[in-house]
């Protein structure tokens, strides 16, 4: 098989090899079976960027939940507030995330 690209298209995929310290014929066939095999899914750059958004939303709304897990331990110390008050905003965070799982999932697979 033979690849014909251009001094700058060449850059690029020397660059991209180099990170993963392999040489540039094997990046290549690499990357195209990892495609191919369905393993790796190309993706415009604004689509990657409203992924690595998604997920950090995700985590940021994974620590809420913590946060609020660690307040129930305090609650049930001997605080104040009524488990049903705490149940509901621990209901408020799991559809935040279910919510946000589904984004991320539409956007990987090129819905709105």
Same mark, same amino acid.
Request: charged letters at 25%; proline letters at 4%.
């Given at each position: 098989?033979?690849?014909?690209?251009n001094s700058l298209e060449y850059a690029v995929l020397l660059t991209a090899a180099a990170k993963k =310290? %392999? %040489?540039?014929? /094997?990046?290549?066939?690499?990357?195209?079976?990892?495609?191919?095999?369905?393993?790796?899914? !190309?993706?415009?750059?604004?689509?990657?960027?409203?992924?690595?958004?998604? /997920?950090?939303a995700r985590v940021s709304v994974n620590r809420i939940g913590n946060n609020l897990n660690q307040i129930? =331990?305090?609650?049930?110390?001997?605080?104040?507030?009524? !488990?049903?008050? $705490?149940?509901?905003? $621990?209901?408020?965070?799991?559809? /935040?995330?279910?919510? $946000?799982?589904? /984004?991320?999932?539409?956007?990987? %697979?090129?819905?709105?």
């Open positions: 098989m033979n690849l014909r690209l =310290h %392999q %040489q540039v014929g /094997a990046y290549v066939a690499a990357s195209a079976l990892a495609v191919a095999r369905e393993e790796v899914s !190309p993706a415009p750059v604004e689509t990657k960027d409203r992924l690595r958004t998604l /997920a950090e129930a =331990h305090v609650l049930n110390g001997g605080g104040e507030e009524t !488990p049903e008050r $705490l149940a509901a905003v $621990l209901a408020v965070v799991e559809r /935040a995330v279910a919510s $946000l799982d589904a /984004a991320t999932i539409a956007t990987m %697979q090129g819905e709105r």
